[in-house]
């Protein structure tokens, strides 16, 4: 059995907008004046439900109640949090729920109709792999949620080999690359949807990334293109390499970004950036060869491992 839930509007666009950038719903479909209806159905690709908007020349009459609810269950609060950050972008923050229950187990948004949006977190417990979930077991870990809090607070530094992601769990550290490929491992293993591992390319500077120091002015860069992996969770950016990590903060310095999979967060991803480098020397008349490039990010990573008091 699937699920639509169907709504009459006459704040179509408002409404579109307002579910692909704060909820990160995609647009499963759509349709112009059918019999007199343009529509969007919006939603979670393969989740078995969807969001169907309409609008016609006769406006809708609404008379929604404080206790007329949507709600979203999510498996974490990383994924909630995202979700909120999106909304006060748009100037849209939470409201006490009427409902005793909610006000204590959700957060309450409203959507430009009006309609009141609850979110609360449906825990999702871990099985496999169990030598992974065993070690993280012992560390009071055993849902997704909890996962993904362990690994954003776990200190970030390299692993002994880029190749073996579970090394994080022995080793209590990790960077972009490890933390996320090995949430994604587990992801998979346990069939939670929704779970994408990304690949991007930013334009690093002091300002969207905190403790690198001065070490771009004193060879008169403006940025590095950085590689750097985050997660992409049904539709909603997260980054969990440090504790205070923001995908918002190098959001709009992105060049370029794709979906890969947790084994090309090795030597592929290396590849990859060192190309890149060598092109974006040549494109831009760096007066730098690509081994004075890399040794600058190099230091670059350093004192993102190593941050100064």
């Not at 970030?156 to 960077?175: F, I």
Request: glycine share 6%; net charge negative; with cysteine.
């Amino acid at each position: 059995m699937n699920l639509r839930i169907a709504r009459h509007t006459e704040n179509l666009d408002k409404l579109v907008h307002f579910y692909q950038s704060v909820m990160g719903f995609h647009t499963l479909s759509q349709f112009l004046n059918h019999d007199g209806y343009d529509g969007v159905m919006l939603g979670i690709p393969n989740s078995g439900w969807h969001l169907e908007f309409t609008q016609s020349r006769r406006p809708p009459i609404h008379n929604f109640d404080e206790d007329d609810l949507l709600v979203f269950y999510v498996h974490s609060v990383e994924e909630i949090n995202a979700i909120l950050k999106d909304a006060a972008l748009q100037h849209i923050f939470p409201q006490e729920s009427k409902n005793p229950y909610w006000l204590l187990n959700g957060n309450q948004i409203v959507d430009p109709d009006g309609y009141r949006i609850i979110l609360s977190i449906m825990p999702r417990l871990l099985k496999t792999p169990a030598d992974m979930i065993y070690n993280l077991e012992k560390q009071g870990v055993s849902t997704w949620g909890q996962l993904l809090s362990y690994l954003r607070h776990l200190p970030y530094g390299r692993n002994s080999s880029r190749n073996e992601p579970n090394l994080v769990l022995v080793e209590n550290c990790g960077t972009c690359s490890s933390k996320h490929a090995l949430a994604k491992i587990i992801a998979d293993a346990n069939s939670i949807s929704g779970v994408r591992l990304i690949l991007s390319m930013y334009k690093m500077n002091s300002s969207n990334t905190p403790g690198l120091g001065d070490i771009l002015s004193q060879h008169a860069l403006e940025y590095l293109p950085e590689a750097h992996c985050y997660l992409e969770i049904n539709g909603k950016a997260i980054d969990i390499t440090t504790a205070t990590s923001d995908y918002h903060t190098f959001k709009n310095d992105i060049i370029i970004a794709f979906e890969i999979v947790p084994e090309q967060c090795g030597e592929y991803k290396v590849k990859y950036h060192q190309k890149f480098l060598k092109q974006w020397i040549l494109d831009n008349q760096i007066p730098y060869d690509f081994e004075e490039i890399w040794s600058i990010r190099e230091q670059c990573i350093q004192n993102l491992a190593n941050p100064k008091n």
